[in-house]
C-alpha cells in the first residue's frame, strides 16, 4: 500500500503565484486533514473533510481552498499565495474518529516556498 | 475552541526516563494521541488514550486523565534517537496538535 501520497514534495513560488497541492489515499479513510507546520512549531490545521463532498475549515484556513470529490483525493489550493504560507505541508487521512485508534497516517510533506 | 499545553524541551540523560505532559480544553473530546517528529520527517504515531490509565506500547507509555483533561507520555531508557520532537494531539470533531515539546538527550 502506498499509504498518504504528497505531491510535489518542494515547491518555490512568487508571490501572487496559484498552485495546487496534491493529496491521495488508498486506505479507504472517511476523514483527510491539511495541516501546516512553521519551522520549530506546531501543526495547524488548514482544512479538514469529513467524506466525500464535505469540508470544513481548521485553524487557519485563509488563504486555503479545498474539494473533496472522491474518498481519495483532497486536494489543497492556494490563491495569491503569499510569504506568509511558506511552510511544509502535510496531509493526513483517518477513520472516523469514534472507531479510531487515534492514529493520523501522515504523508511525507511538501516543502513550500513563497519568494 | 480546542487548546493544548505542553512544554517547549525537556532534557534529559541517555537510559533515563522523562515524562513529557499535556494539558488540553476541548469539545467532543474522544482521545488524546502522541506522536513522533525527527527533523526533516512527517509526524509518526505512538499511542492514543481513550480512555482514563495507562497504556503502554514497549517502552513508551501513555496516561489519560479525562477528569483533570490532562495526559503525558512517558519514555523509559531513553536512547539516543528518541532526540526528536513529541506532540500531543486532541482527537475530537477535529484533530488539534499541541507546539510540541522538543527532547535533547545528553549521552
Known amino acids: 500500500n502506498a499509504g498518504v501520497t504528497q505531491t510535489p514534495k518542494f515547491r518555490i513560488l512568487k508571490i501572487g503565484q496559484s498552485m495546487t497541492l496534491q493529496c491521495a489515499q488508498d486506505m479507504n479513510h472517511n476523514y483527510m486533514y491539511w495541516y501546516r507546520q512553521d519551522p520549530g512549531m506546531g501543526l495547524k490545521l488548514i482544512y479538514y473533510s469529513v467524506g466525500a463532498g464535505i469540508t470544513d475549515k481548521g485553524e487557519v484556513p485563509n488563504g486555503y481552498n479545498v474539494s473533496r470529490s472522491t474518498t481519495e483525493d483532497f486536494p489543497l489550493r492556494l490563491e495569491l499565495a503569499a510569504p506568509s504560507q511558506t511552510s511544509v505541508y502535510f496531509c493526513?487521512?483517518?477513520?472516523?474518529?469514534?472507531?479510531?485508534?487515534?492514529?493520523?497516517?501522515f504523508g511525507e510533506g511538501s516543502r513550500l516556498t513563497v519568494l | 475552541g480546542q487548546s493544548l499545553e505542553q512544554p517547549s524541551e525537556v532534557t534529559a540523560v541517555e537510559g533515563a526516563i522523562v515524562q513529557i505532559n499535556c494539558t488540553y480544553q476541548?469539545?467532543?473530546?474522544?482521545?488524546l494521541s502522541w506522536y513522533q517528529q525527527h527533523d526533516g520527517g512527517a509526524p509518526t504515531f505512538l499511542s492514543y488514550n481513550a480512555l482514563d490509565g495507562l497504556e503502554e506500547t514497549g517502552r513508551f507509555s501513555s496516561f489519560l486523565s479525562r477528569s483533570d483533561s490532562y495526559g503525558y507520555l512517558l519514555l523509559q531508557e531513553l536512547q539516543m534517537k528518541d532526540s526528536a520532537s513529541y506532540f500531543c494531539?486532541?482527537?475530537?470533531?477535529?484533530?488539534?496538535f499541541g507546539k510540541g515539546t522538543r527532547l535533547h538527550i545528553l549521552p
Open positions: 493526513a487521512s483517518s477513520f472516523r474518529p469514534r472507531e479510531n485508534t487515534g492514529e493520523l497516517f
Open positions: 476541548t469539545s467532543g473530546f474522544y482521545g
Open positions: 494531539a486532541v482527537t475530537g470533531d477535529k484533530i488539534i
